[in-house]
């Protein structure tokens, strides 16, 4: 499975932006790139994919490099709520049965946001 | 109520009983996966089931049976629980039907002590 790579932690003030990078330099051409958090005390939940191009929704907006070896989760404006684990993901597309769907979670980063 | 309820939710247990952890869904998703979660950790994929017929392992089967028991039931059981075993345990569900970027809805977990 190709591997992500996320900062350990980051810092955010309340209202204040929050850019959390993700390094995917060996990503295959059909990974998908899916983003979760995991808020403390509760399962993980969906917050973003993209494929290749920036993908904004109500939670978060996505913007992927153009060699897609590298993405970023934009918060763009965090609150209270926004503290949590987030895990930036590659699932492949093709074999999608045989590799089970799975979501290979690493380490995350742990965001902090400060009232 | 929640889509994804998970029971027990705390359960402590001695090395050597059985015990079967169970997860319902009432979001008529076909595809139910079992997830561990180590301190510290990401998740690792236990089983999956893409219907009722339709059983995998994952990575980290070993020591793990799971049942779908209908489309909205996926169980896990420990046959002879061991201390290694201790973790916190997630149940997921997803729609097939909404091709590779089909998003995952956990449960709330269930956390498992095995003296």
């Known amino acids: 499975d190709a591997k992500t790579t996320q900062p350990n932690s980051m810092e955010s003030n309340e209202e204040e932006p929050v850019h959390l990078p993700c390094n995917h330099s060996?990503?295959?051409?059909?990974?998908?790139i899916h983003w979760y958090r995991q808020l403390p005390s509760q399962g993980p939940e969906y917050v973003i994919h993209?494929?290749?191009s920036n993908v904004n929704n109500r939670m978060a907006s996505l913007a992927i490099a153009e060699d897609r070896k590298s993405s970023t989760l934009i918060l763009h404006r965090a609150t209270l709520r926004d503290a949590a684990v987030y895990y930036c993901?590659?699932?492949?597309?093709?074999?999608?049965?045989?590799?089970?769907?799975?979501?290979?979670f690493g380490g995350g980063t742990r965001v902090l946001v400060k009232p | 109520d929640a889509d994804v309820t998970q029971t027990p939710r705390n359960r402590i247990t001695k090395t050597g009983k059985r015990i079967m952890l169970e997860c319902s869904q009432t979001k008529g998703h076909d595809r139910m996966y079992w997830y561990r979660q180590d301190p510290g950790l990401g998740l690792r994929l236990i089983y999956y089931s893409f219907d009722v017929k339709d059983i995998n392992k994952g990575e980290i089967s070993d020591g793990y049976s799971v049942s779908r028991q209908a489309q909205a039931k996926f169980s896990l059981s420990l046959e002879s629980a061991i201390p290694n075993q201790t973790a916190l345990y997630f149940c997921?569900?997803?729609?097939?039907?909404?091709?590779?970027?089909?998003?995952?809805?956990f449960g709330p977990g269930t956390r498992l002590t095995v003296l």
């Open positions: 993209g494929l290749t």
């Open positions: 993901i590659l699932r492949p597309v093709l074999g999608e049965k045989a590799a089970g769907n799975k979501l290979t």
């Open positions: 997921a569900t997803s729609d097939g039907q909404r091709g590779p970027g089909n998003e995952q809805f």
């Open positions: 060996t990503i295959s051409g059909t990974d998908y």
